[in-house]
Nanobody, 120 residues
Framework: QVQLVESGGGLVQPGGSLRLSCTASGTVLSMDNMAWYRQVPGEERTRVAYITSGGLVDYADFARGRFFISRDNAKNTVYLQMSSLKFEDTAVYYC??????????????WGKGTPVTVSL
């Protein structure tokens, strides 16, 4: 079984920066498209950023210009660098990835989330 584990969340002041990491463990043969989502309690989970296996990226409007997604295939890791953080960025951030696991087939995995709180 593949597991995705996010890290890097925490408390940050407005205007500050955080880098989130998501690492896949277990039998990971390869990683395809990967993404970051976020969710505020009582609201829908929304996609923040997306990156393909070839490195093409896309961002939600609220993230574009402030957030940057990247990946390190050798480390089975995807990152989300966040800067110029605002109060409204407060949410639980989730990692999502399509991974070819021990079955040699691609399956979709979710992490359990890492909370980000932007506050004074």
């Amino acid at each position: 079984q593949v597991q995705l584990v996010e890290s890097g969340g925490g408390l940050v002041q407005p205007g500050g920066s955080l880098r989130l990491s998501c690492t896949a463990s277990g039998t990971v043969l390869s990683m395809d498209n990967m993404a970051w989502y976020r969710q505020v309690p009582g609201e829908e989970r929304t996609r923040v950023a997306y990156i393909t296996s070839g490195g093409l990226v896309d961002y939600a409007d609220f993230a574009r210009g402030r957030f940057f997604i990247s990946r390190d295939n050798a480390k089975n890791t995807v990152y989300l660098q966040m800067s110029s953080l605002k109060f409204e960025d407060t949410a639980v951030y989730y990692c999502n990835a399509n991974i070819r696991d021990y079955t040699s087939r691609f399956s979709k995995y979710w992490g359990k989330g890492t909370p980000v709180t932007v506050s004074l």
